[in-house]
């Protein structure tokens, strides 16, 4: 007999089909909500100072970008779609630079419509919770997978200054005019870098290597989820990108 397909076997319980009603599934559904990990959402455990700190970075992610005259050599329109697409990772970067480690907490989303539906009254906890969609627990452990590799790699000041150069720098944006000039800064960035790493470690490139490396897991970085768990808590339905720009005067 033919065995099942790995996909076919590891279906969902989510999407198994029950002939109850939707408000008996819901009535009923364990609290911990969905198993599956791309499904489960995620708050911080202490938003108040986490919070706090993650507004830091980013204004200090800002300042970094407000202090790179080479950024305003570009026009605004370039200016504006790398602040918008970069800022993401610059942020997370940011995060490892200033060791901001943080704890969560599972959203049992069920379990509070499941008190509304019968009338229970809500704890100042639900409230806070309800407050917050919640960030999805598979992006964020991403972006916490990434920040352990980088803080096991002891990285300096200037190692962080330029990996920040090689990401705001990105020429692989469509859209941009000056594609060349961004490429250009990006190359200088990544060439200083290998320098320094040279300098400093007997001319062992392998941790230039190693250090270019981890950028790559930050391409993942996904934006709404950054705002979702880090600034929705305290802003409410702000647009990041529009404050970026705003403050950077773009």
């Known amino acids: 007999m033919a065995s099942q397909s790995p996909e076919k076997s590891r279906k969902c319980q989510c999407e198994t089909s ?11 559904k364990e609290d911990a909500g969905c198993p599956c990990e791309g499904n489960r959402k995620v708050a911080l455990r202490t938003p108040e100072v986490t919070c706090m700190r993650a507004s830091e970075v980013l204004l200090k992610t800002i300042t970094f970008i407000r202090n790179l005259p080479s950024f305003y050599h570009l026009p605004q329109e ?15 970067l940011g995060l490892a630079q200033e060791w901001v480690n943080f704890e969560l907490k599972e959203i049992s989303v069920p379990s509070l419509l499941k008190k509304i539906l019968l009338n229970q009254s809500l704890t100042d906890s639900d ?12 992006d964020v452990q991403k972006m916490k997978n990434f920040l352990e590799k980088v803080w096991k790699s002891d990285i300096c000041a200037k190692e ?39 300098m400093m470690y007997n001319r062992n490139l392998g ?10 897991s930050l391409k993942a970085v996904n934006a709404e989820t950054i705002a ?7 802003l409410g339905e702000v647009n990041l990108n529009e404050l970026l720009l705003e403050t950077l005067g773009i």
Request: with cysteine; proline share 5%.
């Open 207 to 216: 941790r230039f290597a190693w250090i270019l490396g981890l950028l790559t």
């Open 228 to 234: 979702e768990l880090f600034f929705r808590p305290i």
């Open 127 to 138: 409230k806070v919770e309800n407050s917050s969609l919640g960030a999805s627990l598979a």
């Open 18 to 28: 029950h002939p109850q009603s939707i408000l008996y599934q819901i009535l009923n």
């Open 78 to 92: 370039d200016q504006a779609l790398l602040v918008q697409q970069c800022w993401a990772p610059l942020f997370v």
């Open 160 to 198: 962080y200054a330029y990996l920040k150069g090689i990401i705001l720098f990105n020429p692989e944006l469509p859209g941009l005019r000056f594609r060349h000039y961004v490429q250009t800064l990006q190359q200088e960035a990544q060439r200083t870098l290998m320098e320094f790493s040279s």
